[in-house]
């Protein structure tokens, strides 16, 4: 691999590590610091169980972040990582409440303004309103929860020592939880920018299970998680712990469940995909900030002692952490991105172009959309994506088939399929049907994606979409991911040009 | 399998931690027991060679209990056990401990120094005995329940404080007949001493209870 695509990736790996060394403090910091379970125990758990969240569970809010803005080169991913990893880094050391999903959110909308590409504004508008609702909802979690442990143990009436050695299990269990949860959710923070352009290939170990390249990235974004547990979270911990020693120690059994809990519906595909199946409305897979949801869950059972315990100014704080840490880390990453391409010449976007082409007016009209109002843009090459809306509305255009469809049909990505490349096709990924269905398309041309990806629809019902619905949610997204890689491999012009 | 023998371990100890918790309360009660015959057997017959076997019994089970308390200290600092209520679990069972070596201490001051309770006061000596060690019972009934039903443990305490009321006032009822009489100044001072001396049990069990109290509220979730 060439090392230059090791070094942009340390950007998310610090951002991981500094993940490790806070977050996994908000999981096992109660447990540790009151010496309830040792740091030796809390860092292995958590190790394990944040590799595993993230690798087996961290497709779904990577999903999210992926909808928000796709960077598209490996200069940019570094930046965006790098910028979010600077802000939480200052933000914290000016001991201001800090959430990593916040300050990359950021940082990908700072690249989509230098980029000039658009920011879907529903997706933000969804990702806002997670962040609001993940510590409501844990303090909604976390109070009934309590009251029903709490009755649950005064029936029990366990031994004080007994209930010790229980409370303990059900720390380590939780905690066990809590960094599945972690890894599930929030590796879309630490290496969600690169799922574009990562530098992995697919492979089977041992012919068990497939490790795509996204679940590459995962895994070392994984690592470099645990490794920020095990190098600095003891410190973070012992702080953790001290702060919040009032509370008894299954009081902190139910604080870290409410997180895990709210950081778990907030990635989990297999939820999502049971509610869309039993016909349920869903929980957005958004990347949610893991303190917020300890502060919120924590906040929660102070208000349901009265509310006199409760640190008012520090929720106003996070509050205003919702506003500033996007905002810092977009500003910053937008002025990063300026000197690494103006200074260090690095190409920190790869252009997109976009043309209102005479078949996407057909496509358009086929869709039954009413296009003489596009006839003054027709046949124009636009540099960007944000340029190709301007000049979009400018036009007065306001019918189907909506906003982001309309940029899908008209971006432009010459492609050649050149049989030489036939070889070179992943065949252990895309089945033998897939592969037949692109190499009946032999030395055809194409200027837009979608055309592409229409013609192998029609050479096999194996690169068909399903239906947009929750439940085909991934089905679609695979087959994207799919259709990307070959669009990446035939990108291109014939040879005969 | 490792985890598994951890777990298993963590149990195990418990019960065994258990089990010296439960008897060392066991001991407070018994020492009651021994302290409430003692007194009687006294009473009727002087520092007899039954009385002194009854001292006997009482500092054996006084060393045991300091046994206990020492071992079950040690056990939940080495295995760092129940980390916030430790302080307090410490502070309970030196109470309860003090409560047995008052038992042991005033029997050992009866047999060295016989006093010559009159037969008008033995009533009241009885009484106050019955009284303090019934109240010595209550606290050690609210310190169970300290460990296993916290509910409880507001009911015996305000049984105990209760009954130190109750001893109070046999107490203070008991010296003013001795002063009132017509022995000698030094006589009636050695028996308000033992008054005192007995009356101290319940005193000393009132401080358990209302520390008790502290304990359980930061116990409750």
Redesign the interface.
Same mark, same amino acid.
Not at chain 1, 72 to 96: D, E, H, I, P, R
Not at chain 1, 165 to 176: D, E, H, N, Q, S
Not at chain 1, 410 to 426: N, V
């Given at each position: 691999m060439d090392l230059t695509v090791l070094f942009f990736l340390t950007s998310g790996l610090l951002l991981g590590w500094s993940l490790g060394a806070n977050d996994a403090a908000n999981i096992f910091g109660t447990a540790v610091g009151t010496r309830m379970v040792r740091f030796a125990t809390a860092a292995l758990v958590c190790s394990v169980f944040v590799v595993l969240g993230a690798v087996v569970s961290g497709a779904g809010a990577a999903h999210t972040l992926g909808a928000l803005g796709s960077i598209n080169a490996l200069a940019g991913s570094f930046m965006a990582a790098l910028s979010a990893a600077g802000t939480v880094y200052v933000m914290t050391k000016w001991g201001l409440p800090v959430s990593t999903s916040q300050a990359i959110v950021g940082a990908i909308i700072g690249w989509n303004l230098f980029s000039g590409s658009v920011t879907d504004s529903q997706t933000l508008l969804k990702i806002v309103a997670t962040w609001v609702a993940c510590p409501v909802l844990a303090a909604l979690i976390a109070v009934p929860l309590l009251k029903v442990t709490a009755f649950a143990l005064r029936l029990a009436k366990l031994h004080l020592l007994k209930l010790d050695a229980y409370t303990r299990l059900a720390l380590i269990l939780a905690g066990a939880f809590g960094a599945y949860s972690l890894g599930a959710n929030n590796i879309a923070n630490v290496m969600g920018v690169f799922v574009d352009v990562s530098p992995f290939k697919g492979f089977s170990v041992a012919g068990f299970f497939r490790l795509s390249s996204v679940q590459q990235l995962f895994l070392i974004g994984a690592i470099a998680i645990a490794v920020g547990v095990f190098t600095y979270s003891k410190r973070v911990m012992v702080t953790v712990g001290a702060g919040i020693l009032p509370m008894s120690p299954v009081a902190a059994w139910v604080v870290v469940i409410a997180h895990s809990i709210v950081l778990f519906l907030f990635a989990s595909q297999g939820l999502e995909h049971m509610l869309a199946s039993a016909g349920l409305p869903t929980i957005p897979l958004v990347p949610v900030s893991s303190s917020q949801a300890v502060v919120g869950a924590v906040v929660g059972l102070g208000l349901m002692r009265g509310g006199g315990d409760v640190d008012w100014k520090l929720v106003g704080n996070i509050a205003g952490g919702w506003v500033t840490t996007p905002l810092i880390s977009g500003v910053v990453c937008f002025i990063a991105l300026f000197f690494l391409q103006n200074v260090f010449g690095q190409k920190v976007y790869r252009e997109v172009h976009y043309s209102l082409s005479a078949p996407v007016l057909t496509e358009l009209a086929a869709q039954g959309a009413e296009v003489t109002a596009l006839a003054s843009i027709k046949e124009r090459e636009f540099r960007s994506a944000q340029e190709f809306k301007k000049a979009v509305e400018q036009t007065g255009y306001s019918g189907p088939p909506g906003e982001q469809a309309l940029r899908d049909l008209a971006q432009l990505s010459h492609m050649y399929i050149d049989p030489e490349k036939f070889s070179s096709l992943d065949r252990k990924w895309l089945s033998s049907g897939q592969i037949s269905a692109v190499e009946r398309l032999e030395g055809r041309e194409f200027a837009h994606p979608w055309q592409l990806a229409r013609a192998l629809a029609a050479n096999s019902s194996e690169w068909s979409r399903k239906d947009n619905s929750t439940v085909n949610k991934y089905y679609n997204a695979r087959l994207e991911r799919k259709l990307e890689y070959v669009y990446r491999k035939f990108a291109g012009y014939s040879d005969r040009r | 399998m490792y985890l598994q023998k951890r #777990?298993l371990h @963590? $149990?195990s100890g418990? !019960?065994s *931690?258990?089990n010296q &918790?439960d008897e060392f309360l066991d001991k407070v009660s018994e020492a009651g027991m021994v302290f409430g015959r003692a007194i009687r057997v006294y009473l009727n017959n002087g520092a007899s060679e039954e009385f002194e076997g009854f001292l006997g019994q009482a500092a054996i089970i006084e060393r045991r209990g300091d046994e206990l308390r020492r071992s079950i200290e040690t056990e939940l600092y080495a295995r760092? @056990? &129940?980390?916030? *209520?430790r302080a307090d #679990?410490m502070a309970l069972l030196e109470g309860m401990d003090h409560l047995i070596n008052i038992y042991e201490g005033d029997l050992f001051r009866i047999s060295i120094q016989s006093p010559d309770i009159p037969q008008e006061f033995h009533a009241g000596y009885l009484d106050l005995t019955e009284t303090v060690v019934s109240c010595v019972d209550s606290v050690v009934l609210a310190a169970r329940a $300290? $460990? !296993?039903?916290i509910?409880s443990v507001r009911d015996h305490g305000s049984k105990t404080i209760f009954l130190e009321t109750e001893a109070d006032k046999i107490g203070t009822k008991l010296q003013r007949a001795i002063f009132s009489s017509s022995l000698p100044l030094e006589r009636k001072m050695h028996l308000r001493y033992f008054v005192e001396r007995i009356d101290e049990l319940a005193n000393s069990a009132e401080d358990v209870a209302d520390a008790l109290q502290i304990y359980t509220i930061? !116990? !409750? &979730?």
């Amino acid at each position: 691999m060439d090392l230059t695509v090791l070094f942009f990736l340390t950007s998310g790996l610090l951002l991981g590590w500094s993940l490790g060394a806070n977050d996994a403090a908000n999981i096992f910091g109660t447990a540790v610091g009151t010496r309830m379970v040792r740091f030796a125990t809390a860092a292995l758990v958590c190790s394990v169980f944040v590799v595993l969240g993230a690798v087996v569970s961290g497709a779904g809010a990577a999903h999210t972040l992926g909808a928000l803005g796709s960077i598209n080169a490996l200069a940019g991913s570094f930046m965006a990582a790098l910028s979010a990893a600077g802000t939480v880094y200052v933000m914290t050391k000016w001991g201001l409440p800090v959430s990593t999903s916040q300050a990359i959110v950021g940082a990908i909308i700072g690249w989509n303004l230098f980029s000039g590409s658009v920011t879907d504004s529903q997706t933000l508008l969804k990702i806002v309103a997670t962040w609001v609702a993940c510590p409501v909802l844990a303090a909604l979690i976390a109070v009934p929860l309590l009251k029903v442990t709490a009755f649950a143990l005064r029936l029990a009436k366990l031994h004080l020592l007994k209930l010790d050695a229980y409370t303990r299990l059900a720390l380590i269990l939780a905690g066990a939880f809590g960094a599945y949860s972690l890894g599930a959710n929030n590796i879309a923070n630490v290496m969600g920018v690169f799922v574009d352009v990562s530098p992995f290939k697919g492979f089977s170990v041992a012919g068990f299970f497939r490790l795509s390249s996204v679940q590459q990235l995962f895994l070392i974004g994984a690592i470099a998680i645990a490794v920020g547990v095990f190098t600095y979270s003891k410190r973070v911990m012992v702080t953790v712990g001290a702060g919040i020693l009032p509370m008894s120690p299954v009081a902190a059994w139910v604080v870290v469940i409410a997180h895990s809990i709210v950081l778990f519906l907030f990635a989990s595909q297999g939820l999502e995909h049971m509610l869309a199946s039993a016909g349920l409305p869903t929980i957005p897979l958004v990347p949610v900030s893991s303190s917020q949801a300890v502060v919120g869950a924590v906040v929660g059972l102070g208000l349901m002692r009265g509310g006199g315990d409760v640190d008012w100014k520090l929720v106003g704080n996070i509050a205003g952490g919702w506003v500033t840490t996007p905002l810092i880390s977009g500003v910053v990453c937008f002025i990063a991105l300026f000197f690494l391409q103006n200074v260090f010449g690095q190409k920190v976007y790869r252009e997109v172009h976009y043309s209102l082409s005479a078949p996407v007016l057909t496509e358009l009209a086929a869709q039954g959309a009413e296009v003489t109002a596009l006839a003054s843009i027709k046949e124009r090459e636009f540099r960007s994506a944000q340029e190709f809306k301007k000049a979009v509305e400018q036009t007065g255009y306001s019918g189907p088939p909506g906003e982001q469809a309309l940029r899908d049909l008209a971006q432009l990505s010459h492609m050649y399929i050149d049989p030489e490349k036939f070889s070179s096709l992943d065949r252990k990924w895309l089945s033998s049907g897939q592969i037949s269905a692109v190499e009946r398309l032999e030395g055809r041309e194409f200027a837009h994606p979608w055309q592409l990806a229409r013609a192998l629809a029609a050479n096999s019902s194996e690169w068909s979409r399903k239906d947009n619905s929750t439940v085909n949610k991934y089905y679609n997204a695979r087959l994207e991911r799919k259709l990307e890689y070959v669009y990446r491999k035939f990108a291109g012009y014939s040879d005969r040009r | 399998m490792y985890l598994q023998k951890r #777990v298993l371990h @963590l $149990f195990s100890g418990t !019960r065994s *931690l258990e089990n010296q &918790i439960d008897e060392f309360l066991d001991k407070v009660s018994e020492a009651g027991m021994v302290f409430g015959r003692a007194i009687r057997v006294y009473l009727n017959n002087g520092a007899s060679e039954e009385f002194e076997g009854f001292l006997g019994q009482a500092a054996i089970i006084e060393r045991r209990g300091d046994e206990l308390r020492r071992s079950i200290e040690t056990e939940l600092y080495a295995r760092t @056990l &129940i980390p916030d *209520l430790r302080a307090d #679990v410490m502070a309970l069972l030196e109470g309860m401990d003090h409560l047995i070596n008052i038992y042991e201490g005033d029997l050992f001051r009866i047999s060295i120094q016989s006093p010559d309770i009159p037969q008008e006061f033995h009533a009241g000596y009885l009484d106050l005995t019955e009284t303090v060690v019934s109240c010595v019972d209550s606290v050690v009934l609210a310190a169970r329940a $300290f $460990f !296993r039903d916290i509910d409880s443990v507001r009911d015996h305490g305000s049984k105990t404080i209760f009954l130190e009321t109750e001893a109070d006032k046999i107490g203070t009822k008991l010296q003013r007949a001795i002063f009132s009489s017509s022995l000698p100044l030094e006589r009636k001072m050695h028996l308000r001493y033992f008054v005192e001396r007995i009356d101290e049990l319940a005193n000393s069990a009132e401080d358990v209870a209302d520390a008790l109290q502290i304990y359980t509220i930061k !116990r !409750r &979730i």
